[in-house]
């Protein structure tokens, strides 16, 4: 077996196991502060080192094989799987940068945080390799459960144990759906391998075709696709603010790793079956995402249903079933995680100093962390895909994509939609800066300040320069449809 292929979850096991045997072995809760730091640090070197691991587009194109596997073909560590796997580093790194205060003030120490969080980190990295439905099962509830904890982590708020409560009903019902769907398929075809399933004929079978559909289900309960949405606002409402970050990009952006891995792998055959449904689905999703959050009047709950407009819109890219599509979605991935973190940091503030994230909670924030108003501000306004952010950069490729596949009215919807989140985005921005609000100062800690700071430099960068960020996800996509 080749280890090295699964170093990096090797790597993220150990940091888990680390924060486990330090929050046993500390002992003042003071103390525990460092834990984070050590992660933190550990972490961003192996973002970093991960760099070094991506094969060279002219190596692939030379008839060489990008492809490293563990355990014959189960797992697979392509350029693909490296640039999810940092993406999710990213989105961890961050959460963990700007829970710092909150685990203080609200979490008070808790040091499974920690080593929960690298267990969905693991998860997730298990997902974006995964190359058989057992594996990427295992992957899947690995990240699952642990989010099942963490969102009941504030044990004395009766908002958050309900939110964890409904999380593991609805969880457990998707989860015995796919696990269904994964049976079918298996007893159509016999494998659950992806690539057994490329061309193997017993897949059209009714059997085969229930299956596939059932697995595809569990998918969009993940994604919190309408009309498999119902759990999200909830949730993201009830789950510590560093946590509902969290499942909106770590846990969406895995979901859409694996997604795209087995449409593009184990069921390209019956793509001319999914393509106008996840077209259709993806329409709902920026319509119904995007209407229902004009009427929410709590932040987290309206970038709940923002949220979910955010999936439709990366089902756009991929519908168009391409390396464009590909590419784009990838690269509204990684900057839709610069987006979420200046937006969650500013809220994950206005919780601790406020008590809560409805639009009075919000009122006034301009005068009192001016910073953090314009972070905020800027976040929303490239979620929304206003210029020079990188969110219209995103934007732009998803929809050229979709086009150029013939899908023009899709991307129209796409585009009004957009137009029309800038509505309540902009009503956010209108609380922050015109509304009355509480004088009280709002602390601001440095490991706070960082993340907003390098999450908002990145987001106007990205939209003015893609060009970096379009080269990688031109590497990722190139090896990953070799």
């Not at 609805?170 to 398929?185: D, E, K, Q, R």
Request: glycine share 8%; with cysteine.
């Amino acid at each position: 077996m080749n280890f090295g292929a699964i170093s990096t979850e090797i790597f993220i096991l150990v940091l888990g196991l680390f924060a486990i045997v330090m929050d046993l072995v500390l002992p003042k809760e003071e103390s525990r502060k460092s834990i984070g730091g050590v992660l933190i640090f550990g972490l961003t070197a192996w973002a970093a080192y991960m760099f070094t691991m991506y094969v060279p587009q002219a190596i692939i194109a030379g008839g060489e094989s990008g492809t490293r596997y563990f355990s014959d073909m189960m797992y697979v560590v392509d350029n693909y799987a490296i640039f999810f796997k940092q993406l999710f580093i990213v989105a961890t790194v961050f959460t963990m940068l700007f829970s710092v205060d909150y685990m203080q003030t609200v979490l008070r120490y808790k040091g499974e945080f920690y080593a929960l969080l690298m267990m969905a980190l693991l998860g997730m990295c298990v997902l974006a390799s995964a190359n058989d439905f057992l594996t990427a099962f295992i992957g899947l509830e690995l990240m699952t459960i642990s989010f099942y904890i963490l969102v009941g982590a504030r044990v004395s708020s009766k908002n958050s144990s309900e939110a964890a409560v409904k999380y593991l009903i609805v969880g457990s019902v998707s989860t015995a759906i796919m696990l269904y769907g994964i049976s079918l398929v298996y007893g159509a075809t016999g494998s659950v391998q992806f690539y057994d399933m490329l061309r193997n004929p017993y897949l059209f079978s009714a059997t085969g075709l229930a299956g596939a559909t059932m697995v595809m289900i569990g998918f969009f309960f993940k994604l919190s696709v309408i009309p498999f949405h119902m759990w999200a606002p909830d949730v993201y409402q009830g789950a510590p603010t560093p946590i509902t970050a969290m499942l909106a990009m770590g846990s969406k952006a895995a979901g859409i790793a694996v997604l795209m891995r087995v449409l593009y792998v184990a069921f390209p055959l019956i793509g001319f079956y999914w393509l106008p449904i996840l077209a259709v689905l993806s329409a709902i999703c920026m319509i119904g995402g995007n209407i229902m959050a004009i009427r929410q009047r709590d932040v987290k709950r309206m970038l709940a249903y923002s949220s979910i407009a955010q999936a439709g819109y990366m089902m756009v890219g991929i519908v168009s079933a391409d390396f464009a599509g590909m590419k784009a979605v990838m690269f509204y991935g990684m900057l839709y995680v610069f987006a979420n973190v200046g937006a969650f940091t500013a809220l994950s503030l206005v919780e601790q100093h406020r008590g809560g994230s409805d639009y009075r909670d919000i009122a006034g924030l301009a005068k009192t962390a001016p910073i953090m108003a314009a972070v905020m501000t800027i976040s929303l306004l490239s979620m929304a895909g206003i210029p020079p952010t990188a969110g219209f950069a995103g934007k732009l490729y998803l929809f050229t994509a979709v086009v150029n596949q013939g899908y023009l009215w899709l991307a129209f919807v796409g585009f009004i939609m957009s137009m029309i989140s800038v509505y309540y985005y902009l009503q956010v921005a209108k609380a922050m800066y015109l509304d009355e609000g509480s004088d009280k100062p709002i602390v601001i800690s440095g490991a706070a300040r960082a993340a907003a700071l390098v999450s908002v430099g990145a987001t106007i960068l990205f939209g003015v320069w893609p060009e970096k960020l379009a080269e990688l996800t031109n590497l990722a996509s190139f090896t990953f449809l070799q």
